[in-house]
C-alpha cells in the first residue's frame, strides 16, 4: 500500500478533482484491491491492477455524486524540477500544468497523468481504462494540443515544447 498510495490518489484525483472524494476513492480502491487479490492472476503488473481499480472506483463516485465545484491537485514539483531552476519559477510552472490538466475532461486528463506522470504504457492504460489502443493514442494528442494552447496562454514565453511520444 505504502508503493502505489500516491499513485492510485493521483489517479483517482485526476477523475474526481475534489480531494475528499479522492482520497475515499483511494480507500475503497484499497479495500476493493484486498478483498480481490486472489483474482489477481498476474497477467499484468500489480500497479497496473491497482490503477485499474481505482481508475474504475473514481468513475463509479463520479457517476454517483452531485456536481460540485472542482478543485484540482497539484502536480509534484519533482516532475517539473530544472536543474538550477528558482523554486518559485518550478511552482508557476507545476501550477500551469495543474491548470492545463484541469482544463481537460477527466477521463483525458487521467491518461495524460498515467502516461507522463506515472510513465504507464499504452498497453496499461488500456488495461486500466478499457479503451481501446488507438482511443487511448488519439485522447493523448488530442490532450496535448488542448494542454499546449493553454498552456501558451497561461505561460506565453516561457511554453516549453510538449513532444509527441
Not at 478543485?71 to 514539483?77: A, F, K, L, Q, S
Not at 511552482?91 to 495524460?112: F, G, H
Not at 489502443?133 to 514565453?157: C, E, F, G, I, Y
Request: positive net charge; contains cysteine; hydrophobic residues 40%.
Amino acid at each position: 500500500m505504502r508503493t502505489y498510495k500516491h499513485l492510485v490518489h493521483t489517479v483517482c484525483m485526476r477523475v474526481l478533482r475534489h480531494r475528499e472524494d479522492a482520497e475515499e476513492a483511494t480507500q475503497d480502491a484499497f479495500v476493493k484491491a484486498f478483498q480481490n487479490l486472489a483474482a489477481f492472476q498476474g497477467g499484468s503488473k500489480l500497479g497496473t491492477w491497482l490503477y485499474s481499480i481505482a481508475y474504475r472506483t473514481a468513475l463509479s463516485k463520479l457517476r454517483s455524486r452531485k456536481p460540485t465545484t472542482s478543485t484540482t491537485d497539484e502536480v509534484p514539483t519533482q516532475f517539473l524540477a530544472v536543474p538550477g531552476e528558482d523554486r518559485t519559477e518550478a511552482l508557476d510552472r507545476k501550477r500551469a500544468l495543474d491548470l492545463a490538466l484541469a482544463e481537460l475532461p477527466e477521463e483525458d486528463s487521467t491518461i495524460v497523468t498515467l502516461f507522463y506522470l506515472h510513465e504507464q504504457s499504452v498497453e496499461e492504460i488500456v488495461t486500466i481504462t478499457g479503451l481501446t489502443a488507438s482511443n487511448v493514442k488519439v485522447k493523448l494528442h488530442r490532450s496535448r494540443k488542448r494542454m499546449h494552447a493553454t498552456l501558451q496562454n497561461l505561460l506565453k514565453t516561457e511554453l516549453w515544447t510538449i513532444h509527441e511520444p
